[in-house]
């Protein structure tokens, strides 16, 4: 009893952390000043060789369980996630972090549409009701007033980096047998022949300081950050998981007013709330009393770091 208490203790520390550094993606992609391709494209790269030395060094390509077919599968998500990521960090550009930030955490409502169009799976009448729920925390978030087109651009991007963060979600947890490192390390490799044509190596040459931010991009918030979160999706159950993935959006939120000045008027406020609790319900709702769910580049692998298909939210 004691020893699995200090196991949970590790890992809640070791997910607060993960999402404690998976609210301050934002500053970094706003203060390394680079577009948002060149920005996903520099973090595949670091990210990159920060999962494939990590991976080396643990013996990870040993029996490694990789079939084409999974290869396929993991490449394919790796399409959607570096697409998810420009359009998330093209928001930033549009509207404020925090407002992107809590309109992306409506991913798991795309999952229930997907999961109701793709499969067939029955949508109860709860989850219509916590669907419609999160929907006016939507309208209440946005704010958006006629003419306001940033406000409706930065909406429809972060709706559609969602969008795509489901799908990857979607495809990756067919995935069995490969554990999530490995997953992670061919879905951001994906992204450097996915975006070298776009990248602006010119523009980057000029970044100066940038460039620290660049690789802090790629090393912590793609390295030891999702290290951190596969080591804790494994100690923890889904119930906690759930909880503490919304660490991430209150540090976006305070982050962005501490930094930029940048807050959610009143009336938005009303609605992270809903959008919250909503996201919350859907998330546990379908969960078995698992210890581990899926990881956030979209994994679901099973050994001792891996995961069953449940899903949380990080970028």
């Given at each position: 009893?004691?020893?699995?208490?200090?196991?949970?203790?590790?890992?809640?520390?070791?997910?607060?952390l993960?999402?404690?550094?998976?609210?301050?993606?934002?500053?970094?992609v706003?203060?390394s000043g680079?577009?948002?391709?060149?920005?996903?494209?520099?973090?595949?790269?670091?990210?990159?060789?920060?999962?494939?030395?990590?991976?080396?060094?643990?013996?990870?390509?040993?029996?490694?369980?990789?079939?084409?077919?999974?290869l396929?599968?993991?490449?394919?998500?790796?399409?959607?996630?570096?697409?998810?990521?420009?359009?998330?960090?093209?928001?930033?550009e549009?509207?404020?972090?925090?407002?992107?930030?809590?309109?992306?955490?409506?991913?798991?409502?795309?999952?229930?549409?997907?999961?109701?169009?793709?499969?067939?799976?029955?949508?109860?009448?709860?989850?219509?009701?916590?669907?419609?729920?999160?929907?006016?925390?939507?309208?209440?978030?946005?704010?958006?007033?006629?003419?306001?087109?940033?406000?409706?651009?930065?909406?429809?991007?972060?709706?559609?980096?969602?969008?795509?963060?489901?799908?990857?979600t979607?495809?990756?947890k067919?995935?069995?047998?490969?554990?999530?490192?490995?997953?992670?390390?061919?879905?951001?490799?994906?992204?450097?022949?996915?975006?070298?044509?776009?990248?602006?190596?010119?523009?980057?040459?000029?970044?100066?300081?940038?460039?620290?931010?660049?690789?802090?991009l790629?090393?912590?918030?793609?390295?030891?950050?999702y290290?951190?979160?596969?080591s804790?999706?494994?100690?923890?159950?889904?119930?906690?998981?759930?909880?503490?993935?919304?660490?991430?959006?209150?540090?976006?939120?305070?982050?962005?007013?501490?930094?930029?000045?940048?807050?959610?008027?009143?009336?938005?406020?009303?609605?992270?709330?809903?959008i919250?609790?909503?996201?919350l319900?859907?998330?546990?709702?379908?969960?078995?009393?698992?210890?581990?769910?899926?990881?956030?580049?979209?994994?679901?692998?099973?050994?001792p770091?891996?995961?069953?298909?449940?899903?949380?939210?990080?970028?």
């Amino acid at each position: 009893m004691r020893n699995e208490r200090g196991t949970q203790t590790r890992g809640t520390v070791e997910l607060t952390l993960a999402m404690v550094l998976s609210g301050t993606l934002g500053i970094f992609v706003v203060e390394s000043g680079a577009s948002p391709l060149n920005v996903v494209f520099f973090r595949c790269l670091f990210g990159a060789a920060a999962l494939g030395a990590y991976s080396l060094a643990r013996g990870y390509f040993t029996g490694h369980g990789f079939t084409p077919k999974k290869l396929g599968l993991a490449a394919l998500g790796g399409v959607f996630i570096v697409f998810n990521w420009v359009l998330l960090f093209e928001a930033y550009e549009a509207v404020s972090i925090s407002f992107a930030t809590v309109v992306y955490h409506t991913q798991p409502f795309f999952l229930v549409v997907f999961g109701a169009v793709l499969f067939r799976e029955r949508i109860t009448a709860a989850k219509f009701g916590w669907l419609g729920l999160a929907f006016v925390g939507l309208v209440l978030v946005s704010g958006i007033r006629p003419g306001d087109t940033a406000s409706l651009k930065g909406l429809g991007l972060a709706l559609a980096a969602a969008v795509l963060y489901a799908l990857s979600t979607i495809v990756t947890k067919r995935i069995t047998g490969v554990r999530p490192h490995l997953i992670a390390l061919v879905q951001v490799l994906v992204g450097l022949p996915l975006l070298l044509p776009f990248a602006d190596f010119g523009a980057a040459a000029g970044l100066g300081a940038g460039w620290a931010w660049l690789a802090g991009l790629g090393l912590i918030h793609t390295g030891l950050m999702y290290v951190l979160m596969y080591s804790a999706y494994a100690k923890l159950p889904t119930a906690k998981i759930a909880v503490l993935a919304f660490t991430y959006p209150a540090v976006a939120m305070v982050a962005d007013w501490a930094v930029y000045g940048h807050h959610i008027g009143l009336v938005q406020a009303l609605g992270v709330p809903l959008i919250v609790l909503a996201s919350l319900k859907v998330t546990l709702s379908g969960s078995a009393p698992a210890r581990v769910v899926a990881p956030a580049p979209r994994t679901a692998a099973h050994g001792p770091e891996a995961a069953s298909p449940a899903a949380t939210r990080s970028a």
